[in-house]
């Protein structure tokens, strides 16, 4: 098991590594694979290295079917991330480029872990603001530090949340609560936040992966095909009515029903002992 926080640069002697050249860490434990985004100079801010890092990071995870779950974190113990480095994206922005070089690669990146077909699960270390309170909306899933803090800080920068922020956080915790957080940009406590329902769960921070690794290890104890359409159906069924959301519903149940996992499933339920998945 990782050590719950890893050290920041400050914190490291001379021996130990240097942060990776795009910004991300990723190490694998068991079928959880650990994203661990590591620009200590930066607080962790997304780039366009480390935001084209954790795409191909992800995609070499939906490609891996050893990979049944992803905890994505930061390094430290001050931020998850501080949002879009606003540093690296200035330039972009003054060229007239900021749609194709800003916001749809930011927006592009959420949705990918929107959508993705495994679960991600963000282990929110410390400060997550803008950007990365944005990755964290994305997220099916969160485990908090007790002393993380969130924060929609965009408007002080003269500019609304651009990737995805003014959409999922209304649908995740209702519009007033939504608006409150976008037009003030004032940050919240971990308490607050899980009470808003942005994050599942607030530990202690040396027991924060421990927590988010059980979390993983209780999804993965389930068919991957089954966790994949829980996934799907409920992300799609957000943006639909109800009629519509249950015809999706209806379908991810019916794209199951020739997988030798449900009919596991059932038979482990009816002889009164433990599923034994295979994942066909």
């Given at each position: 098991m990782p050590r719950a926080?890893?050290?920041?640069a400050g914190d490291m002697d001379t021996t130990a590594p240097s942060p990776p050249a795009d910004?991300?860490?990723?190490?694998?434990?068991?079928?959880?694979?650990?994203?661990t985004m590591d620009r200590p100079s930066r607080l962790n801010a997304l780039d366009p290295s480390l935001i084209a890092a954790l795409h191909a990071a992800l995609d070499a995870i939906e490609a891996d079917p050893g990979v049944?779950?992803?905890?994505?974190?930061?390094?430290?113990?001050?931020?998850?991330?501080?949002?879009?480095?606003?540093?690296?994206f200035a330039p972009i922005i003054a060229r007239g480029e900021a749609m194709q070089g800003f916001v749809r690669p930011g927006q592009a990146l959420t949705a990918r872990i929107e959508a993705f077909p495994k679960p991600v699960i963000c282990a929110v270390n410390g400060l997550a603001y803008g950007g990365g309170c944005e990755v964290l909306e994305a997220a099916p899933l969160a485990v908090a530090a007790a002393h993380a803090t969130f924060a929609k800080?965009?408007?002080?920068?003269?500019?609304?949340?651009?990737?995805?922020?003014?959409?999922?956080l209304?649908?995740?915790?209702?519009?007033?609560?939504?608006?409150?957080m976008i037009l003030s940009g004032a940050p919240i406590a971990a308490d607050e936040a899980?009470?808003?329902g942005l994050v599942n769960r607030v530990v202690a921070p040396d027991?924060?992966?421990?927590?988010?690794?059980?979390?993983?290890?209780?999804?993965i104890a389930h068919a991957p095909a089954a966790v994949a359409a829980s996934l799907a159906a409920v992300t799609r069924g957000l943006n639909l009515s109800i009629a519509e959301g249950l015809a999706v519903e209806a379908a991810a149940f019916g794209s199951l029903l020739h997988t030798a996992d449900l009919r596991e499933g059932i038979a482990a339920f009816r002889e009164r002992r433990p599923p034994q998945f295979s994942g066909r």
């Amino acid at each position: 098991m990782p050590r719950a926080l890893p050290p920041q640069a400050g914190d490291m002697d001379t021996t130990a590594p240097s942060p990776p050249a795009d910004g991300l860490h990723r190490a694998r434990h068991g079928a959880t694979a650990l994203l661990t985004m590591d620009r200590p100079s930066r607080l962790n801010a997304l780039d366009p290295s480390l935001i084209a890092a954790l795409h191909a990071a992800l995609d070499a995870i939906e490609a891996d079917p050893g990979v049944r779950a992803v905890i994505l974190t930061g390094a430290g113990h001050r931020a998850f991330s501080a949002g879009a480095d606003i540093h690296a994206f200035a330039p972009i922005i003054a060229r007239g480029e900021a749609m194709q070089g800003f916001v749809r690669p930011g927006q592009a990146l959420t949705a990918r872990i929107e959508a993705f077909p495994k679960p991600v699960i963000c282990a929110v270390n410390g400060l997550a603001y803008g950007g990365g309170c944005e990755v964290l909306e994305a997220a099916p899933l969160a485990v908090a530090a007790a002393h993380a803090t969130f924060a929609k800080p965009e408007i002080k920068l003269g500019f609304p949340p651009p990737f995805g922020g003014t959409q999922r956080l209304a649908r995740l915790i209702g519009r007033k609560r939504a608006l409150a957080m976008i037009l003030s940009g004032a940050p919240i406590a971990a308490d607050e936040a899980l009470a808003l329902g942005l994050v599942n769960r607030v530990v202690a921070p040396d027991a924060l992966l421990d927590a988010a690794m059980a979390m993983a290890a209780g999804i993965i104890a389930h068919a991957p095909a089954a966790v994949a359409a829980s996934l799907a159906a409920v992300t799609r069924g957000l943006n639909l009515s109800i009629a519509e959301g249950l015809a999706v519903e209806a379908a991810a149940f019916g794209s199951l029903l020739h997988t030798a996992d449900l009919r596991e499933g059932i038979a482990a339920f009816r002889e009164r002992r433990p599923p034994q998945f295979s994942g066909r």
